[in-house]
């Protein structure tokens, strides 16, 4: 008898850790895939951004943005956006695309339920003072969970995954002549690139500005379009 009861909880136990997080993780790598599939067939880069805006980076890319005439997807944080708000309206003056990456940028998976939910609601609703045409959410850390997932298929939002990671947040980055030849290999990509500020001894500003650049002579010399993520999975 007991050994039933303690089999039982053990089964429980098991599908809810399938649910809550196996099926978003394999939900992910479908997305992923993709979004992999999308950008070789239409040979494009989607340049974002996350965890801005910031009133030291992000004009800078918007600058260089707008000297090179294309659009990018910037994902920003609820409190960051309170913090920057001038830079935010630049942001959507630029007619670039704006979405959520929550309020203040909990991981899911090592956040008790709630907590995660509320900063994702919370996130959402700072959003809401900027704009109203936002589409997507990026989770924080990439980390999503059923409960994560139940709530942004509520807001009937889409989930903005990437393929390419720049490792711009890194210790120690990727050169940028490896990300190059990561893009031209798989034939374009979404790359994930950060628009906070950073001051450590990498420099991650100068890397961040340095890859777009590079990313963007790629685009027009070897015929890459550049679109936001809308426009990705739109197909337009
Ligand atoms: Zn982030």
Redesign the pocket.
């Known amino acids: 008898m007991y050994s039933n009861w303690v089999l039982g909880l053990f089964l429980v136990l098991i599908c809810f850790f399938v649910l809550w997080y196996i099926l978003p993780y394999v939900i992910r790598k479908i997305g992923e895939e993709y979004l992999r599939r999308r950008t070789r067939s239409l040979r494009a880069i989607v340049l974002t951004y996350?965890?801005g805006p910031s009133a030291e980076l992000t004009p800078k890319i918007l600058k260089l943005l707008d000297e090179n005439d294309v659009k990018a997807t910037f994902?920003m944080?609820g409190f960051r956006l309170n913090q920057s708000r001038n830079v935010a309206l630049l942001v959507k003056e630029y007619c670039h695309e704006i979405s959520s990456?929550s309020q203040s940028?909990l991981n899911a998976w090592k956040s008790l339920p709630w907590k995660a939910a509320k900063d994702l609601r919370m996130g959402f609703r700072t959003l809401g003072t900027l704009t109203d045409s936002d589409v997507f959410f990026?989770p924080?850390?990439g980390k999503l969970t059923l409960g994560t997932l139940i709530q942004v298929w509520l807001r009937r939002k889409r989930l903005g995954w990437w393929t390419i990671d720049s490792t711009d947040t890194h210790a120690v980055h990727m050169s940028a002549e490896k990300l190059i030849a990561c893009v031209r290999r798989e034939g374009g990509g979404v790359i994930l690139m950060?628009d906070h500020n950073r001051d450590h001894p990498s420099n991650g500003n100068e890397f961040v500005l340095d890859i777009t650049r590079q990313l963007l002579e790629l685009a027009r010399f070897e015929g890459f379009r550049v679109l936001t993520l809308g426009q990705l999975v739109d197909g337009s």
Do not use: A, V
């Open positions: 996350d965890d994902f944080l990456h940028h990026r924080p850390h950060h």
